[in-house]
């Protein structure tokens, strides 16, 4: 019996702006919205989007075996077998994108890597996404040729060389070409098949747990009955460990206990137990590391309303690494053909990516790569994990490297 109530596979996607990652995405989860609102990107707050599908396979067509996200066959209309539960997660805008992939690298299996027919191979993002994908070293990488339909067979033959000659000598130069044209559903059952054909990571299922927030919210209707109030749910990755329903379990930094108008910041861990695990659909007595886990807890709803606890880390008690102020950083420079390479300034504020936190500093001091940051807010970071740092360029955040924290 194959458990598809826990995701095999989280899989992000890359590509240029209208290369069609949205499409795709929709074409292959059927439920796929965009949660990225303009409040969003104005709080720089860095808000994956994220979706579940099951990878089926008809049993009867055989060949061609088809492959399908639908509970029937599209040939024969009998019923799909399921193979494999999939997550896709994407994150708003070039930028957050890419800072997401870097930060988020640990809990990424595999990419998808969509480049559009339609415009000559590579577009300017297109080459700072392969840049990142060898920085990360991700191998299982599927390139998704989009928009074949526009440009016909000839032109989708041209574009196939342009993206050969493109990813040769990469990291992933051998990675398939699928060519799709995601409003018609056309290929996407090739896509499936070879995402179903990736192999599986290997997960730490030993070590102490832990789960990076990804969001968090409060169940209760406005005006519930206080007997049957229930306790805020925080939904996340797990990046290693297994978490298990009555789990005592810790939340670090916690949350800000100031009192309201406060200027003062007052952060404190959260305590709790764990009441509920859930995909999503169905309830689950423990969780492992794949796709996004909801975790009922006996939270104060008031602390997770809104995402309040997005960017905590959840262990059990006492395991957590030490929540900090400061970081001390190895700073690398990343390639940005539109941003010159200049040297980080003492003083100068960075917005960080911190596992699913985003959060503001400041540089103190700098030797030689070693940078020591001030942040705004107290953050919970594993040591040797990767930060994605920004520079106020002209006015915007612009990704110019990463940190290894020390
Ligand atoms: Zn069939």
Known sequence: MIDIRQSSLNIGTLGHIDHGKTSLTRAITHTWTDRHSESLKRNMTIKLGYADAIIRKCQKCDPPSCYTTDETCRNCAGKAEPLMRISMLDAPGHETLMATALAGSSVIDALLFVIAANEPCPMQQTKEHLMIMNLLGIKDVLIIQSKVDIVGKEGALKHYKQIKEFIKG???????????????????DAVLEMIAKLPKPERDLSSQPIMYVVRSFDINKPGSNLAKFSGGVVGGVIKKGVLKVGDKIELRPGANFSEPGSKKQSYKNIVT???????????????????LIGISTEIDPAFVKADGLVGNLVGHVGSLPEVSTTLMLQYHSIDRKDIPTQRLKENEPLLMEIGTKTVLGYVKTIKKDTVEIELRMPVCA?????????????QRWRLTGYGIIE
Request: hydrophobic share 35%; glycine share 8%; proline share 6%.
């Open 382 to 394: 594993e040591k040797k994990t990767r930060a994605a740092v920004l520079r106020n360029i002209s």
């Open 273 to 291: 137990v764990i009441t509920d695990i859930s995909n999503g659909t169905d309830k689950m007595e423990e969780a492992r590391p794949g796709g």
């Open 170 to 188: 990469s990291s992933i130069e051998n990675a398939p070409i699928i060519p799709v044209m995601t409003n018609q559903g056309v290929n996407i």
